[in-house]
């Protein structure tokens, strides 16, 4: 038997079965991660936007956490906080772009992760 067939004959094959499966996978882990932060900005937005004490780090990185979870009730034209006016300054922002970050970490990786192919030893 030729090597280029060996090699194609190993070489792992993909079926569209498994490929829906992915995605379907994916689409749950990515609704149920949107609706996490969605619930979780409508509880923390009450709590967390006071115009009483300044917002510092740990604030801003939560703010920036649950910023992308108001884009939903933006774009339904609800009047949400993403920013806390009264903070800290650079502390506040460092914060926030961490959270922001830090959560298009996770739903990025959540939406680009694929399965590893289990390897054959020989």
Same mark, same amino acid.
């Given at each position: /038997?030729? /090597?280029? #067939?060996?090699? !194609?004959?190993?070489?792992?094959?993909?079926?569209?079965? +498994?490929?829906?499966?992915?995605?379907?996978?994916?689409?749950?882990?990515?609704?149920?991660?949107? /609706?996490?932060? &969605?619930?979780? %900005? *409508?509880?923390?937005? +009450?709590?967390?936007? %006071? +115009? #009483?004490?300044?917002?510092?780090?740990?604030? &801003?990185?939560?703010?920036?956490?649950? /910023?992308?979870? !108001?884009?939903? &009730?933006?774009?339904?034209? %609800?009047?949400?906080?993403?920013?806390?006016? $009264?903070? +800290?300054?650079?502390?506040? $922002?460092? *914060?926030?772009?961490?959270?922001?970050?830090?959560? *298009?970490?996770?739903?990025?990786?959540? !939406?680009?992760? %694929?399965?590893?192919?289990?390897?054959?030893?020989?």
């Amino acid at each position: /038997m030729p /090597m280029a #067939d060996v090699i !194609a004959s190993e070489a792992p094959k993909r079926t569209t079965h +498994s490929k829906i499966k992915e995605w379907a996978l994916k689409f749950i882990l990515l609704t149920a991660f949107t /609706m996490a932060l &969605g619930l979780a %900005q *409508g509880w923390a937005a +009450s709590r967390t936007y %006071q +115009s #009483d004490y300044p917002a510092g780090f740990h604030t &801003g990185v939560l703010h920036g956490i649950l /910023m992308p979870a !108001a884009l939903p &009730g933006l774009l339904l034209g %609800q009047n949400l906080k993403i920013y806390a006016p $009264n903070n +800290s300054g650079r502390p506040y $922002n460092i *914060g926030y772009i961490l959270g922001i970050n830090g959560c *298009g970490t996770v739903f990025f990786g959540i !939406a680009f992760w %694929q399965r590893q192919a289990k390897q054959k030893r020989t």
